[in-house]
């Protein structure tokens, strides 16, 4: 079956810069089998695909996918997902203010921000400090003690980041980390605080490869960085440095509600016949 397919361009900074993502439009009729298949083929770290919302205040569903696995939530692939929505033809909003994402953590909000979507951090699962188990594999991974690390925290909002601040932002550049060390369910994520005009400087880090730009890594960040008063309530945050990239995100804190956003804009249209 021929169905519209598009590859979004996510958290740039204007160019084609940040972390593509693949997107079926159509994709009702698909099985497990055939979206994990095609996301493994598209070999990009997310691939999602589009489906008419069960949830009756959601506008549209969308399930993601890595190249081994389903996420309940990613943070790329909902502003991504939501642009592709909107532009393809068939994106009225329920609402005149904001988009409504169904996915496997429930409903997600977006609003549009100026030119970029923003999404509505979600609540984390896990949060806290790590425990020994974790933070022996974040040092291993490393390779720095935990005493020269400023601080650490659990980041589970789908993918379990186990978030590591450093000293600056020149130390998360520098530190070389060891994926072998890593589990398949394990996500590690560098943070330090950064050089005008980002406030801090981030990477994600997984066994398989690191993320250009983590949505969802950021939305952890804001709300520890923000729980501790280490950041004002707007900001931007800057990634993807170590793998060639120049993102960009965008954090509004409004009191409520803490949002990820960032520029989207679509690099390829077509067809796929899936």
């Known amino acids: 079956m021929i169905r519209r397919f598009c590859q979004v361009d996510v958290f740039g900074d204007g160019g084609i810069t940040g972390n593509p993502l693949a997107v079926v439009l159509d994709g009702d009729g698909l099985d497990d089998q055939a979206m994990q298949a095609f996301a493994a083929w598209t070999n990009l770290s997310e691939t999602t695909f589009l489906l008419p919302p069960t949830h009756p205040e959601a506008d549209y569903r969308v399930r993601i996918f890595t190249t081994g696995g389903e996420l309940p939530f990613a943070g790329?692939?909902?502003l991504g997902s939501a642009h592709a929505w909107l532009e393809g033809g068939g994106g009225v909003p329920l609402s005149a203010n904001e988009v409504v994402q169904?996915?496997?953590?429930?409903?997600?909000?977006?609003?549009?921000d100026g030119g970029r979507l923003a999404f509505a951090a979600p609540p984390r699962r896990r949060s806290g400090p790590l425990d020994e188990a974790h933070l022996a594999i974040a040092e291993a991974a490393l390779g720095t003690p935990r005493t020269d690390w400023v601080d650490h925290e659990w980041g589970d909002n789908g993918p379990p980041w186990m978030m590591i601040e450093l000293e600056n932002a020149?130390?998360?550049r520098r530190a070389w980390?060891?994926?072998t060390q890593l589990g398949r369910h394990d996500a590690l994520g560098l943070v330090g605080?950064?050089?005008?005009?980002y406030a801090y400087e981030v990477r994600g880090v997984l066994a398989d490869m690191e993320d250009p730009v983590t949505g969802s890594l950021n939305a952890a960040v804001a709300q520890w960085l923000r729980a501790r008063e280490a950041v004002p309530t707007t900001y931007v945050v800057t990634?993807?440095?170590?793998?060639?990239?120049?993102?960009?995100?965008?954090?509004d804190?409004?009191?409520d509600t803490i949002w990820i956003g960032g520029r989207t804009l679509?690099?390829?249209r077509g067809e796929v016949d899936l």
């Open 76 to 78: 790329h692939p909902t």
């Open 102 to 112: 169904e996915c496997g953590v429930g409903l997600v909000r977006l609003r549009r």
């Open 170 to 172: 020149d130390a998360v």
């Open 177 to 179: 980390v060891d994926r």
């Open 193 to 197: 605080r950064g050089h005008d005009p």
């Open 239 to 251: 990634q993807g440095s170590q793998v060639g990239r120049h993102g960009e995100v965008f954090v």
């Open 253 to 255: 804190d409004d009191g």
């Open 266 to 268: 679509t690099v390829i």
